[in-house]
Structure formats: C-alpha cells, structure tokens
C-alpha cells in the first residue's frame, strides 16, 4: 500500500501525521519518505537513508516512531521524474510505503492520498488536492483519529487480498 500525506503548506502537520500513522500501526512495517521540492548544490536530485533515529529531523522522528527504514528525497524544481526510477526501485522492496509529499502525486498513484490544510496554502497544494485526493484531512481532523480508521480500513482490505 502507498499511503501520500501532502498538505496545503508548511507547518501543518504533516510529519506529525505520519509519525502517528507509523507509531499507530508498526505491523505495517513502513518505508518512510520525505520528498523536499528543494537541493543544494550542483545535484539535480539526491536520495539519502536517514540513518539513526532522532527528534532533529522529519526522517528521524519517522524511524523514532518506528518506520523500518526512512529516506529523503531532495529534487530541485522539475527534477522529481528524474528520480522517480531510484524512488519506485526502493519502493519495491517495501509492502507498505508512506511518503509526505504533494508533488510525488504527479508521478505515482497512491492507494491513500491524505491532504492537512492550514492556514498556508503553498501555489502547488491545490493542483494537487484537485486531481488526487480521495480523502482530505483538515488539521482539526488528525486529532480526530478519522485518518488512522482510513489506513487501518486499506491496510485489512490489502490483507484480505
């Protein structure tokens, strides 16, 4: 199962969702993503494992809260397809994939595409929201628990199969 948590802006929650997903149902044994729109230096695109647990960064919280492996994927504008064949060779040898990411949507269908607005809307959100998203959450809903009743729903029908 391929589970996407975008959002309409930064600091909206997002990474917390995850961190919740992931703690909430470790049988799923996670690979954790983070996709930036962002990269420095002379590098079109670079895909690191976070390699330790941590409260410092967004991978770091991922694997803390118990996500088997965490990567982030850093694609500068327009480079995203680029690293998409690297992306989807990980992905491969997971069952359960969890990416926070709005622009990963353009490239792969997600079987859950999770949307927490804000007050921020970044230009790119609604492009995405618009054509993706089956399910949108609003801040005040991951409180709610309604996202993790959506993954726990997906993840016994994908048993089912």
Known sequence: MIVVVGGSGR??????????????????????????GHVHGADQWKLERHPTPDAETDTGRFLAAGAREAWWLRAGEGHLAAAAPELQALMAGFENVIIESNSIVGLLRPDLYLFVAGDEWKESAGRWLESA???????????SGEP??????????????
């Open 11 to 36: 600091k909206v929650g997002k990474s917390s969702l995850i961190e919740s997903l992931i703690r909430a149902l470790p049988e799923a044994r996670w690979l954790a993503v983070k996709v930036s």
């Open 133 to 143: 998203g089956p399910v949108i959450v609003t801040a005040a809903d991951c409180a």
């Open 148 to 161: 993790l009743r959506l993954v726990r729903e997906r993840l016994s029908r994908q048993a089912e199969k």
